[in-house]
Protein backbone atom coordinates (compact mmCIF):
# COMPACT_ATOMS: atom_id res chain seq x y z
CA UNK A 1 0.00 0.00 0.00
CA UNK A 2 2.94 1.82 0.59
CA UNK A 3 3.16 5.02 -2.57
CA UNK A 4 6.76 5.57 -4.19
CA UNK A 5 8.36 8.99 -2.22
CA UNK A 6 7.84 10.94 -5.61
CA UNK A 7 4.68 10.26 -6.84
CA UNK A 8 1.81 12.65 -6.78
CA UNK A 9 -0.92 11.09 -5.11
CA UNK A 10 -4.58 12.24 -5.03
CA UNK A 11 -4.94 12.94 -0.91
CA UNK A 12 -6.07 16.38 0.82
CA UNK A 13 -8.48 16.76 -2.47
CA UNK A 14 -11.95 19.07 -2.65
CA UNK A 15 -13.74 16.42 -2.84
CA UNK A 16 -11.78 14.04 0.19
CA UNK A 17 -12.62 17.68 2.69
CA UNK A 18 -16.01 18.18 1.52
CA UNK A 19 -16.74 14.33 2.25
CA UNK A 20 -14.76 14.75 5.76
CA UNK A 21 -16.82 17.79 6.75
CA UNK A 22 -19.86 16.51 6.11
CA UNK A 23 -19.55 13.39 8.04
CA UNK A 24 -17.24 14.95 10.34
CA UNK A 25 -20.36 17.60 11.34
CA UNK A 26 -22.75 14.50 11.21
CA UNK A 27 -20.86 12.21 13.89
CA UNK A 28 -20.06 15.59 16.25
CA UNK A 29 -23.44 16.01 16.46
CA UNK A 30 -24.10 12.24 17.08
CA UNK A 31 -21.70 12.16 19.38
CA UNK A 32 -22.58 15.04 21.57
CA UNK A 33 -26.02 13.04 21.89
CA UNK A 34 -23.98 10.07 22.50
CA UNK A 35 -21.57 11.89 25.35
CA UNK A 36 -24.73 13.33 26.96
CA UNK A 37 -26.50 10.86 27.47
CA UNK A 38 -24.11 7.33 27.89
CA UNK A 39 -21.07 9.63 29.27
CA UNK A 40 -18.96 8.19 26.75
CA UNK A 41 -18.45 8.32 23.12
CA UNK A 42 -16.97 5.99 20.33
CA UNK A 43 -14.29 6.47 17.78
CA UNK A 44 -15.88 7.67 13.99
CA UNK A 45 -13.14 6.37 12.38
CA UNK A 46 -14.14 3.20 11.05
CA UNK A 47 -17.43 4.20 9.60
CA UNK A 48 -16.00 7.30 8.32
CA UNK A 49 -13.22 5.09 6.09
CA UNK A 50 -16.33 2.97 5.03
CA UNK A 51 -18.22 5.51 4.11
CA UNK A 52 -15.40 7.36 2.17
CA UNK A 53 -14.58 3.84 0.52
CA UNK A 54 -17.71 3.35 -0.36
CA UNK A 55 -18.56 6.89 -2.39
CA UNK A 56 -15.09 7.15 -3.93
CA UNK A 57 -15.18 3.20 -4.90
CA UNK A 58 -19.39 3.23 -5.72
CA UNK A 59 -19.98 6.25 -7.21
CA UNK A 60 -17.03 8.11 -7.91
CA UNK A 61 -15.31 4.77 -9.22
CA UNK A 62 -11.83 5.39 -8.30
CA UNK A 63 -9.73 3.85 -6.19
CA UNK A 64 -9.76 6.51 -3.04
CA UNK A 65 -7.88 4.90 0.16
CA UNK A 66 -5.65 7.52 0.34
CA UNK A 67 -8.83 10.64 0.23
CA UNK A 68 -10.54 8.10 2.18
CA UNK A 69 -7.88 8.29 4.85
CA UNK A 70 -7.98 12.17 4.94
CA UNK A 71 -12.57 11.59 5.48
CA UNK A 72 -11.66 9.58 8.47
CA UNK A 73 -9.10 11.75 9.87
CA UNK A 74 -11.49 15.13 9.31
CA UNK A 75 -14.59 12.97 10.60
CA UNK A 76 -12.91 11.10 13.60
CA UNK A 77 -11.36 14.56 14.60
CA UNK A 78 -14.63 16.72 14.90
CA UNK A 79 -16.38 13.64 17.05
CA UNK A 80 -13.09 13.89 19.39
CA UNK A 81 -13.78 17.09 19.81
CA UNK A 82 -17.56 16.92 20.84
CA UNK A 83 -16.29 14.38 23.97
CA UNK A 84 -13.81 17.12 24.85
CA UNK A 85 -16.17 19.53 24.91
CA UNK A 86 -19.50 18.06 26.71
CA UNK A 87 -17.66 16.57 29.71
CA UNK A 88 -16.84 20.17 30.78
CA UNK A 89 -19.00 22.90 28.86
CA UNK A 90 -22.35 21.77 30.10
CA UNK A 91 -21.23 22.07 33.68
CA UNK A 92 -21.30 26.08 34.14
CA UNK A 93 -24.71 26.09 33.11
CA UNK A 94 -25.41 22.70 35.68
CA UNK A 95 -23.45 25.48 38.47
CA UNK A 96 -25.63 28.34 37.18
CA UNK A 97 -22.65 30.20 35.75
CA UNK A 98 -24.58 30.38 32.10
CA UNK A 99 -27.99 30.76 31.50
CA UNK A 100 -27.49 29.50 28.40
CA UNK A 101 -24.66 27.78 26.03
CA UNK A 102 -22.79 30.82 24.61
CA UNK A 103 -22.00 30.31 21.10
CA UNK A 104 -18.21 31.79 20.59
CA UNK A 105 -16.80 30.98 24.23
CA UNK A 106 -18.08 27.05 23.67
CA UNK A 107 -16.61 27.54 20.05
CA UNK A 108 -13.40 29.12 20.72
CA UNK A 109 -13.17 26.71 23.69
CA UNK A 110 -13.34 23.91 21.13
CA UNK A 111 -11.12 25.43 18.56
CA UNK A 112 -8.19 26.41 21.07
CA UNK A 113 -8.45 23.14 22.71
CA UNK A 114 -8.40 20.82 19.54
CA UNK A 115 -5.41 22.77 18.08
CA UNK A 116 -3.26 22.48 21.21
CA UNK A 117 -3.99 18.89 21.31
CA UNK A 118 -2.65 18.79 17.50
CA UNK A 119 0.35 21.08 17.43
CA UNK A 120 1.60 19.66 20.34
CA UNK A 121 1.38 16.02 18.59
CA UNK A 122 2.79 16.78 15.93
CA UNK A 123 6.42 16.75 17.14
CA UNK A 124 5.75 13.24 18.99
CA UNK A 125 4.53 11.49 16.10
CA UNK A 126 8.20 9.99 14.90
CA UNK A 127 9.14 9.29 18.39
CA UNK A 128 5.58 7.54 19.37
CA UNK A 129 4.06 5.82 16.45
CA UNK A 130 6.99 5.05 14.29
CA UNK A 131 9.96 4.48 16.70
CA UNK A 132 8.36 3.10 19.63
CA UNK A 133 7.06 -0.37 19.38
CA UNK A 134 5.60 -1.25 22.34
CA UNK A 135 2.92 1.30 21.14
CA UNK A 136 0.24 -0.88 18.98
CA UNK A 137 -2.57 2.10 18.35
CA UNK A 138 -5.09 -0.61 18.08
CA UNK A 139 -8.06 1.36 17.06
CA UNK A 140 -5.38 2.98 13.97
CA UNK A 141 -4.69 -0.46 13.10
CA UNK A 142 -7.78 -1.50 12.45
CA UNK A 143 -8.44 1.12 10.79
CA UNK A 144 -6.05 0.72 8.27
CA UNK A 145 -7.35 -2.97 8.05
CA UNK A 146 -10.65 -1.11 6.56
CA UNK A 147 -9.00 0.99 3.71
CA UNK A 148 -6.66 -1.96 2.58
CA UNK A 149 -9.97 -4.01 2.63
CA UNK A 150 -11.75 -1.27 0.42
CA UNK A 151 -8.96 -1.27 -1.68
CA UNK A 152 -9.85 -5.07 -1.96
CA UNK A 153 -13.52 -4.03 -3.37
CA UNK A 154 -14.85 -4.59 0.23
CA UNK A 155 -16.46 -1.30 0.46
CA UNK A 156 -19.79 -1.62 -0.60
CA UNK A 157 -21.20 -4.18 1.44
CA UNK A 158 -19.68 -2.63 4.30
CA UNK A 159 -21.31 0.85 3.59
CA UNK A 160 -24.50 -1.00 3.27
CA UNK A 161 -23.94 -2.44 6.87
CA UNK A 162 -23.85 0.82 8.22
CA UNK A 163 -26.33 1.90 6.82
CA UNK A 164 -29.08 -1.10 7.96
CA UNK A 165 -27.43 0.05 11.82
CA UNK A 166 -28.45 3.78 10.84
CA UNK A 167 -32.23 3.02 10.42
CA UNK A 168 -32.45 0.66 13.39
CA UNK A 169 -30.79 2.72 15.54
CA UNK A 170 -33.36 5.71 14.52
CA UNK A 171 -36.26 3.41 14.50
CA UNK A 172 -35.38 2.41 18.11
CA UNK A 173 -34.77 5.92 18.61
CA UNK A 174 -38.59 6.87 17.36
CA UNK A 175 -40.53 4.68 18.63
CA UNK A 176 -39.11 5.25 22.26
CA UNK A 177 -38.36 9.43 22.66
CA UNK A 178 -40.77 9.75 19.43
CA UNK A 179 -44.29 8.28 20.10
CA UNK A 180 -43.35 5.94 23.47
CA UNK A 181 -44.42 3.07 21.84
CA UNK A 182 -40.98 1.74 23.94
CA UNK A 183 -39.52 2.27 27.02
CA UNK A 184 -36.35 4.36 27.49
CA UNK A 185 -35.50 2.56 30.03
CA UNK A 186 -36.60 0.15 32.43
CA UNK A 187 -36.25 -0.30 35.90
CA UNK A 188 -37.21 -2.15 38.66
CA UNK A 189 -36.98 -1.33 42.82
CA UNK A 190 -37.62 -2.58 46.04
CA UNK A 191 -36.97 -2.32 49.82
CA UNK A 192 -35.73 -5.23 51.57
CA UNK A 193 -34.50 -5.28 55.48
CA UNK A 194 -34.53 -1.40 55.46
CA UNK A 195 -32.01 -1.38 52.08
CA UNK A 196 -32.97 -0.47 49.17
CA UNK A 197 -32.15 -3.13 45.99
CA UNK A 198 -32.90 -2.23 42.17
CA UNK A 199 -32.48 -3.79 38.59
CA UNK A 200 -33.08 -1.92 35.52
CA UNK A 201 -31.50 -1.41 32.28
CA UNK A 202 -31.77 0.97 29.24
CA UNK A 203 -33.61 0.22 25.73
CA UNK A 204 -31.00 1.42 23.39
CA UNK A 205 -29.53 0.27 20.26
CA UNK A 206 -26.53 2.76 20.68
CA UNK A 207 -25.38 1.56 24.28
CA UNK A 208 -25.72 -2.55 23.14
CA UNK A 209 -23.50 -1.49 19.61
CA UNK A 210 -20.71 0.83 22.43
CA UNK A 211 -20.70 -2.81 24.39
CA UNK A 212 -19.54 -4.80 21.11
CA UNK A 213 -17.18 -2.45 19.81
CA UNK A 214 -14.94 -1.73 23.11
CA UNK A 215 -14.93 -5.18 23.36
CA UNK A 216 -16.21 -7.79 26.79
CA UNK A 217 -13.09 -6.78 28.89
CA UNK A 218 -14.16 -3.34 29.30
CA UNK A 219 -17.50 -3.65 29.17
CA UNK A 220 -17.09 -6.23 31.99
CA UNK A 221 -15.42 -3.73 33.79
CA UNK A 222 -17.92 -0.73 33.25
CA UNK A 223 -20.51 -3.79 34.33
CA UNK A 224 -18.51 -4.68 37.58
CA UNK A 225 -18.43 -0.81 38.23
CA UNK A 226 -22.30 -0.93 37.83
CA UNK A 227 -22.39 -3.25 40.50
CA UNK A 228 -20.43 -2.06 43.12
CA UNK A 229 -22.25 0.81 43.46
CA UNK A 230 -25.95 -0.41 42.87
CA UNK A 231 -25.64 -3.61 44.81
CA UNK A 232 -23.02 -2.82 47.11
CA UNK A 233 -22.96 0.62 47.77
CA UNK A 234 -26.28 1.48 48.19
CA UNK A 235 -27.90 -0.94 50.08
CA UNK A 236 -24.77 -0.74 52.13
CA UNK A 237 -26.20 2.96 53.09
CA UNK A 238 -29.60 1.92 53.88
CA UNK A 239 -32.61 4.24 54.15
CA UNK A 240 -31.81 8.34 54.92
CA UNK A 241 -33.77 9.50 57.65
CA UNK A 242 -35.74 12.07 55.42
CA UNK A 243 -36.73 9.58 52.76
CA UNK A 244 -38.64 7.00 55.05
CA UNK A 245 -42.25 7.37 52.85
CA UNK A 246 -40.05 7.49 49.44
CA UNK A 247 -40.34 5.22 47.06
CA UNK A 248 -37.64 2.53 46.90
CA UNK A 249 -36.91 3.73 42.92
CA UNK A 250 -36.21 7.32 44.65
CA UNK A 251 -34.06 5.63 47.13
CA UNK A 252 -32.03 4.24 44.93
CA UNK A 253 -31.38 7.50 42.77
CA UNK A 254 -31.09 9.52 45.26
CA UNK A 255 -28.59 7.91 47.28
CA UNK A 256 -26.02 7.04 43.98
CA UNK A 257 -26.41 10.48 42.95
CA UNK A 258 -25.71 12.43 46.47
CA UNK A 259 -23.14 9.42 47.64
CA UNK A 260 -22.45 6.12 45.50
CA UNK A 261 -21.35 7.75 42.20
CA UNK A 262 -18.39 10.00 44.23
CA UNK A 263 -16.40 6.24 45.20
CA UNK A 264 -16.42 6.77 41.27
CA UNK A 265 -14.80 10.12 41.02
CA UNK A 266 -12.36 8.99 43.79
CA UNK A 267 -11.35 6.06 41.71
CA UNK A 268 -11.11 8.61 38.71
CA UNK A 269 -8.77 10.96 40.39
CA UNK A 270 -6.40 7.88 41.18
CA UNK A 271 -6.85 6.11 37.85
CA UNK A 272 -5.64 9.77 36.01
CA UNK A 273 -2.24 10.10 38.29
CA UNK A 274 -1.38 6.53 38.40
CA UNK A 275 -1.63 6.83 33.88
CA UNK A 276 0.65 9.97 34.54
CA UNK A 277 2.70 8.24 36.44
CA UNK A 278 2.86 4.61 35.04
CA UNK A 279 3.93 6.29 31.72
CA UNK A 280 6.73 8.91 32.60
CA UNK A 281 9.55 7.32 31.57
CA UNK A 282 7.94 6.43 27.60
CA UNK A 283 7.09 10.02 27.46
CA UNK A 284 10.37 11.21 28.67
CA UNK A 285 11.82 8.82 26.08
CA UNK A 286 9.90 10.47 22.88
CA UNK A 287 10.48 13.56 24.12
CA UNK A 288 13.99 13.35 23.74
CA UNK A 289 13.65 12.42 20.83
CA UNK A 290 11.54 15.21 19.41
CA UNK A 291 14.40 17.77 19.28
CA UNK A 292 16.47 15.00 17.41
CA UNK A 293 13.78 14.20 14.96
CA UNK A 294 13.52 17.93 13.60
CA UNK A 295 16.97 18.74 14.14
CA UNK A 296 17.88 16.01 11.64
CA UNK A 297 15.29 16.85 9.13
CA UNK A 298 17.74 20.24 8.78
CA UNK A 299 16.85 21.04 5.53
CA UNK A 300 13.36 19.89 2.95
CA UNK A 301 11.86 16.55 3.83
CA UNK A 302 11.94 14.46 0.22
CA UNK A 303 9.34 11.52 1.22
CA UNK A 304 6.25 12.96 1.69
CA UNK A 305 5.89 10.20 4.11
CA UNK A 306 7.93 11.46 6.54
CA UNK A 307 6.61 15.35 5.92
CA UNK A 308 5.16 17.16 9.03
CA UNK A 309 3.78 20.68 9.25
CA UNK A 310 6.62 23.01 9.56
CA UNK A 311 8.09 24.34 13.37
CA UNK A 312 7.02 27.66 12.01
CA UNK A 313 3.26 26.65 11.41
CA UNK A 314 3.07 24.87 14.81
CA UNK A 315 4.53 28.22 16.86
CA UNK A 316 2.18 30.26 14.78
CA UNK A 317 -0.87 27.66 15.95
CA UNK A 318 0.21 28.20 18.98
CA UNK A 319 0.16 31.24 19.26
CA UNK A 320 -2.94 31.74 17.81
CA UNK A 321 -4.66 29.43 20.21
CA UNK A 322 -3.18 30.85 23.41
CA UNK A 323 -4.51 34.19 22.25
CA UNK A 324 -7.65 33.15 21.71
CA UNK A 325 -8.25 31.38 25.29
CA UNK A 326 -6.59 35.09 26.87
CA UNK A 327 -9.69 36.27 24.79
CA UNK A 328 -12.26 33.99 25.84
CA UNK A 329 -11.03 33.91 29.59
CA UNK A 330 -10.95 37.79 29.89
CA UNK A 331 -15.02 38.30 28.75
CA UNK A 332 -15.30 34.99 30.77
CA UNK A 333 -13.71 36.55 33.98
CA UNK A 334 -12.94 40.50 33.34
CA UNK A 335 -9.28 40.74 34.14
CA UNK A 336 -6.27 40.66 31.95
CA UNK A 337 -3.82 39.88 34.19
CA UNK A 338 -5.82 36.95 35.42
CA UNK A 339 -6.72 35.35 32.05
CA UNK A 340 -3.27 35.46 31.27
CA UNK A 341 -2.37 33.79 33.93
CA UNK A 342 -5.00 31.47 33.46
CA UNK A 343 -3.89 30.72 29.93
CA UNK A 344 -0.67 29.92 30.94
CA UNK A 345 -1.76 27.27 33.55
CA UNK A 346 -4.03 25.66 30.36
CA UNK A 347 -1.28 25.86 27.95
CA UNK A 348 1.10 24.03 30.37
CA UNK A 349 -1.40 21.64 31.65
CA UNK A 350 -2.95 21.04 27.39
CA UNK A 351 1.02 20.00 26.66
CA UNK A 352 1.20 17.29 29.89
CA UNK A 353 -2.09 15.75 29.45
CA UNK A 354 -1.37 15.81 25.57
CA UNK A 355 1.87 13.76 25.90
CA UNK A 356 -0.13 11.41 28.38
CA UNK A 357 -2.79 10.75 26.29
CA UNK A 358 -1.04 10.18 23.12
CA UNK A 359 1.08 7.84 24.62
CA UNK A 360 -2.11 5.70 26.87
CA UNK A 361 -3.94 5.44 23.29
CA UNK A 362 -0.99 3.66 21.64
CA UNK A 363 -0.49 1.42 24.74
CA UNK A 364 -4.44 0.40 25.67
CA UNK A 365 -6.68 1.97 22.67
CA UNK A 366 -9.08 4.74 22.88
CA UNK A 367 -11.53 2.81 24.45
CA UNK A 368 -9.44 2.74 27.67
CA UNK A 369 -7.74 6.52 27.58
CA UNK A 370 -8.47 8.02 30.79
CA UNK A 371 -9.49 11.07 29.75
CA UNK A 372 -11.87 11.92 32.61
CA UNK A 373 -9.32 11.44 35.19
CA UNK A 374 -7.11 13.67 33.60
CA UNK A 375 -9.71 16.49 33.08
CA UNK A 376 -10.58 15.81 37.07
CA UNK A 377 -6.48 16.57 37.81
CA UNK A 378 -6.36 19.46 35.10
CA UNK A 379 -9.70 20.51 37.19
CA UNK A 380 -8.17 20.08 40.65
CA UNK A 381 -4.67 21.40 39.59
CA UNK A 382 -6.23 24.75 38.69
CA UNK A 383 -8.57 24.67 41.09
CA UNK A 384 -5.83 24.50 43.79
CA UNK A 385 -3.55 27.66 42.18
CA UNK A 386 -7.06 29.66 42.29
CA UNK A 387 -7.52 28.86 45.96
CA UNK A 388 -4.31 29.79 46.70
CA UNK A 389 -4.67 33.17 45.45
CA UNK A 390 -7.94 33.44 46.96
CA UNK A 391 -10.45 33.33 44.50
CA UNK A 392 -13.73 32.18 44.71
CA UNK A 393 -17.28 32.72 43.22
CA UNK A 394 -18.66 32.82 39.63
CA UNK A 395 -14.67 33.75 38.26
CA UNK A 396 -12.84 31.02 39.93
CA UNK A 397 -15.71 28.64 38.52
CA UNK A 398 -15.47 30.10 35.43
CA UNK A 399 -12.30 29.94 35.14
CA UNK A 400 -11.40 26.57 36.58
CA UNK A 401 -13.95 25.03 33.74
CA UNK A 402 -12.34 26.79 31.06
CA UNK A 403 -8.93 25.49 31.68
CA UNK A 404 -10.35 22.06 32.37
CA UNK A 405 -12.63 22.43 28.86
CA UNK A 406 -9.42 23.01 27.10
CA UNK A 407 -7.11 20.53 28.55
CA UNK A 408 -10.20 18.03 27.89
CA UNK A 409 -10.28 18.57 24.02
CA UNK A 410 -6.87 18.69 23.52
CA UNK A 411 -6.65 15.28 25.41
CA UNK A 412 -9.11 14.45 23.27
CA UNK A 413 -8.04 15.50 20.01
CA UNK A 414 -4.59 14.53 20.42
CA UNK A 415 -5.70 10.51 21.33
CA UNK A 416 -7.71 10.67 18.50
CA UNK A 417 -4.56 12.46 16.11
CA UNK A 418 -2.65 9.64 16.82
CA UNK A 419 -4.60 6.69 15.87
CA UNK A 420 -5.52 8.58 12.82
CA UNK A 421 -1.64 9.51 12.17
CA UNK A 422 -0.73 5.50 12.57
CA UNK A 423 -3.48 4.77 9.99
CA UNK A 424 -1.79 6.97 7.65
CA UNK A 425 1.14 5.55 8.08
CA UNK A 426 0.22 2.04 7.57
CA UNK A 427 -1.28 3.01 4.30
CA UNK A 428 1.48 5.57 3.07
CA UNK A 429 0.04 8.69 3.63
CA UNK A 430 1.30 12.47 3.83
CA UNK A 431 1.39 13.24 7.80
CA UNK A 432 1.17 16.97 6.80
CA UNK A 433 -1.76 16.45 4.91
CA UNK A 434 -3.31 14.68 7.31
CA UNK A 435 -2.12 17.38 10.13
CA UNK A 436 -3.89 20.12 7.90
CA UNK A 437 -7.08 17.33 7.66
CA UNK A 438 -6.99 17.32 11.28
CA UNK A 439 -6.83 21.14 11.61
CA UNK A 440 -10.18 21.64 9.46
CA UNK A 441 -11.57 18.80 10.77
CA UNK A 442 -11.51 21.08 14.40
CA UNK A 443 -12.41 24.44 13.55
CA UNK A 444 -15.45 23.23 11.14
CA UNK A 445 -17.46 20.92 13.14
CA UNK A 446 -16.83 23.06 16.27
CA UNK A 447 -18.98 25.23 14.86
CA UNK A 448 -22.27 23.68 15.40
CA UNK A 449 -21.71 22.15 18.59
CA UNK A 450 -22.89 25.24 21.03
CA UNK A 451 -26.08 24.99 18.93
CA UNK A 452 -26.37 20.87 18.92
CA UNK A 453 -26.10 21.57 22.86
CA UNK A 454 -28.87 24.39 23.31
CA UNK A 455 -31.24 22.45 21.09
CA UNK A 456 -30.69 19.46 23.56
CA UNK A 457 -30.94 21.40 26.55
CA UNK A 458 -34.03 22.95 25.17
CA UNK A 459 -35.60 19.64 24.44
CA UNK A 460 -34.35 17.41 27.15
CA UNK A 461 -32.54 19.17 29.75
CA UNK A 462 -28.67 18.34 30.47
CA UNK A 463 -28.74 16.72 33.98
CA UNK A 464 -31.62 15.69 34.25
CA UNK A 465 -33.19 14.05 30.24
CA UNK A 466 -29.79 13.89 29.44
CA UNK A 467 -27.53 12.78 32.37
CA UNK A 468 -24.57 14.33 30.97
CA UNK A 469 -22.40 12.63 33.80
CA UNK A 470 -19.04 14.09 33.18
CA UNK A 471 -20.71 17.35 33.56
CA UNK A 472 -22.31 16.92 36.56
CA UNK A 473 -19.23 15.42 38.25
CA UNK A 474 -17.07 18.80 37.39
CA UNK A 475 -20.05 21.07 38.48
CA UNK A 476 -19.90 18.96 41.84
CA UNK A 477 -16.19 19.46 41.82
CA UNK A 478 -15.89 23.14 41.15
CA UNK A 479 -19.53 24.14 43.66
CA UNK A 480 -17.54 21.74 46.33
CA UNK A 481 -14.20 23.41 46.13
CA UNK A 482 -15.05 26.73 45.75
CA UNK A 483 -17.65 26.98 48.78
CA UNK A 484 -20.92 27.05 46.89
CA UNK A 485 -21.80 23.70 47.14
CA UNK A 486 -20.94 20.22 49.74
CA UNK A 487 -19.18 16.91 48.60
CA UNK A 488 -19.57 13.57 50.51
CA UNK A 489 -15.81 13.64 50.56
CA UNK A 490 -15.62 10.33 52.72
CA UNK A 491 -16.81 8.88 49.58
CA UNK A 492 -14.57 10.42 47.69
CA UNK A 493 -11.70 9.01 49.91
CA UNK A 494 -12.99 6.08 49.98
CA UNK A 495 -13.13 5.56 45.98
CA UNK A 496 -9.71 7.02 45.95
CA UNK A 497 -8.55 4.13 48.33
CA UNK A 498 -10.85 1.55 46.41
CA UNK A 499 -8.84 2.75 43.21
CA UNK A 500 -4.94 2.08 45.14
CA UNK A 501 -6.48 -1.58 45.92
CA UNK A 502 -7.17 -2.18 42.15
CA UNK A 503 -4.11 -0.60 40.85
CA UNK A 504 -2.46 -2.78 43.54
CA UNK A 505 -4.43 -6.30 42.64
CA UNK A 506 -3.37 -5.69 38.73
CA UNK A 507 0.39 -4.37 39.02
CA UNK A 508 0.75 -7.80 41.62
CA UNK A 509 -1.17 -10.57 40.19
CA UNK A 510 -2.04 -9.65 36.06
CA UNK A 511 0.36 -7.35 34.88
CA UNK A 512 2.65 -10.33 33.43
CA UNK A 513 -0.39 -12.33 32.64
CA UNK A 514 -2.04 -12.57 28.98
CA UNK A 515 -5.70 -11.80 28.95
CA UNK A 516 -8.03 -10.01 31.43
CA UNK A 517 -6.66 -6.37 33.09
CA UNK A 518 -7.64 -5.24 35.82
CA UNK A 519 -8.19 -1.33 33.88
CA UNK A 520 -9.04 1.05 37.00
CA UNK A 521 -10.67 3.91 34.63
CA UNK A 522 -13.40 1.90 32.77
CA UNK A 523 -14.54 0.60 36.68
CA UNK A 524 -14.69 3.94 37.76
CA UNK A 525 -16.53 4.88 35.19
CA UNK A 526 -19.20 1.87 35.76
CA UNK A 527 -19.31 3.14 39.36
CA UNK A 528 -20.10 6.69 38.38
CA UNK A 529 -22.50 6.29 35.08
CA UNK A 530 -26.04 4.71 36.36
CA UNK A 531 -26.10 0.46 35.68
CA UNK A 532 -29.23 0.87 33.52
CA UNK A 533 -26.38 1.81 30.78
CA UNK A 534 -23.75 -0.64 31.78
CA UNK A 535 -26.49 -3.39 31.21
CA UNK A 536 -26.66 -3.21 27.09
CA UNK A 537 -23.29 -2.35 27.20
CA UNK A 538 -21.98 -5.65 28.92
CA UNK A 539 -24.46 -7.33 26.72
CA UNK A 540 -23.25 -6.42 23.22
CA UNK A 541 -19.56 -7.09 25.00
CA UNK A 542 -20.89 -10.57 25.68
CA UNK A 543 -21.64 -10.66 21.61
CA UNK A 544 -18.15 -9.59 20.93
CA UNK A 545 -16.90 -12.31 23.07
CA UNK A 546 -19.00 -15.12 21.34
CA UNK A 547 -17.80 -13.91 17.63
CA UNK A 548 -13.95 -13.93 18.59
CA UNK A 549 -14.76 -17.61 19.96
CA UNK A 550 -15.57 -18.64 16.51
CA UNK A 551 -14.07 -16.29 14.09
CA UNK A 552 -10.46 -14.48 16.24
CA UNK A 553 -10.31 -11.00 16.98
CA UNK A 554 -11.00 -8.73 14.12
CA UNK A 555 -11.77 -4.73 14.71
CA UNK A 556 -13.14 -4.32 11.35
CA UNK A 557 -15.87 -7.55 10.97
CA UNK A 558 -19.92 -6.50 9.95
CA UNK A 559 -20.51 -6.45 13.98
CA UNK A 560 -18.32 -3.02 14.06
CA UNK A 561 -20.02 -1.67 11.21
CA UNK A 562 -23.31 -2.45 12.11
CA UNK A 563 -23.09 -0.96 15.41
CA UNK A 564 -21.03 2.25 14.25
CA UNK A 565 -24.57 2.52 12.17
CA UNK A 566 -26.77 1.86 15.61
CA UNK A 567 -24.99 4.09 17.45
CA UNK A 568 -25.06 7.33 14.95
CA UNK A 569 -28.76 5.95 13.57
CA UNK A 570 -29.58 6.38 17.24
CA UNK A 571 -27.76 9.49 17.97
CA UNK A 572 -28.49 11.26 15.34
CA UNK A 573 -32.75 10.84 15.52
CA UNK A 574 -32.19 11.85 18.98
CA UNK A 575 -31.05 15.25 17.82
CA UNK A 576 -33.92 15.56 14.77
CA UNK A 577 -36.11 14.70 17.69
CA UNK A 578 -34.90 17.36 19.45
CA UNK A 579 -36.08 19.91 16.99
CA UNK A 580 -39.23 18.47 17.42
CA UNK A 581 -39.44 19.00 20.85
CA UNK A 582 -38.12 22.29 20.59
CA UNK A 583 -40.93 23.27 18.24
CA UNK A 584 -43.77 22.07 20.91
CA UNK A 585 -44.46 19.71 18.66
CA UNK A 586 -46.26 16.44 20.50
CA UNK A 587 -45.90 12.99 18.81
CA UNK A 588 -46.53 11.16 21.95
CA UNK A 589 -48.75 8.12 21.75
CA UNK A 590 -50.52 6.21 24.29
CA UNK A 591 -50.49 2.75 22.32
CA UNK A 592 -49.44 0.05 24.88
CA UNK A 593 -50.17 -0.22 28.74
CA UNK A 594 -46.28 0.63 30.98
CA UNK A 595 -46.22 -3.06 31.55
CA UNK A 596 -46.95 -4.42 27.99
CA UNK A 597 -44.63 -1.23 26.86
CA UNK A 598 -41.68 -2.77 29.25
CA UNK A 599 -41.94 -6.01 28.01
CA UNK A 600 -42.65 -5.08 24.34
CA UNK A 601 -38.64 -3.06 24.79
CA UNK A 602 -36.72 -5.68 26.46
CA UNK A 603 -38.07 -8.12 23.78
CA UNK A 604 -37.08 -5.33 21.05
CA UNK A 605 -33.54 -4.97 22.56
CA UNK A 606 -32.79 -8.87 22.98
CA UNK A 607 -34.20 -9.27 18.96
CA UNK A 608 -31.59 -6.37 18.25
CA UNK A 609 -29.06 -8.09 20.04
CA UNK A 610 -29.56 -11.55 18.06
CA UNK A 611 -29.66 -9.91 14.88
CA UNK A 612 -26.52 -8.11 15.97
CA UNK A 613 -24.98 -11.67 16.56
CA UNK A 614 -26.16 -13.03 13.09
CA UNK A 615 -25.09 -10.07 11.23
CA UNK A 616 -21.59 -10.20 13.20
CA UNK A 617 -20.74 -13.94 11.92
CA UNK A 618 -20.74 -12.82 8.26
CA UNK A 619 -17.47 -13.02 7.06
Known amino acids: MAKNQQQVVSE ?6 LIGIIIGVIMTAANVYLGLYAGMTVSASIPAAVIGLGIYRGILRKSGVLESNIVQTMASSGESLAAGVIFTIPALILVGAWENFKFWPTTLIAIAGGLLG ?27 AVLEAGEEGASKKGLFTILKGLMIGGLFKFLSTGIGFLKGSVEVAGLFSGRAFFAGSDISPALLAVGYIVNLEVATLVFAGGLIGWLVGIPLLGVPADMTDASALDIAWTLWSTQVRYLGVGAMIVGGLWSIYSVRS ?23 RDRDLGISSIMTILAVAFMIMVGVYDSLIGSLGLSIMTAAIMVVLAFIFVAVSSYVVGLVGSSNNPVSGMTISALLATAAFFLVLGFKGDNAILATLGVAAVVCCAACASGDMSQDLKTGHLVG ?9 QIIGVIIPALVIAPVLTLLHSAYGIGTGLKAPQATLFASLTKGLFGTGTLPYNMIVIGM ?22 HLMPLAVGIYLPVTLAVPIFLGGLIRKSIEKVQGTDDTDNGVLLSSGLIAGEAIMGVALAIVLYMNINLKMDILSHT ?3 LVSVAALMALAIYLWKVARKA
Open 118 to 144: IVFMIPMRKALIINDKNLTYPEGVACA
Open 429 to 437: ATPRSQQIA
Open 12 to 17: LTVSSI
Open 596 to 598: TSE
Open 282 to 304: GIAQGLKEVKGNYSQAGGKVTDR
Open 497 to 518: ALGVVVIAVDHLFLSNRKGFRL
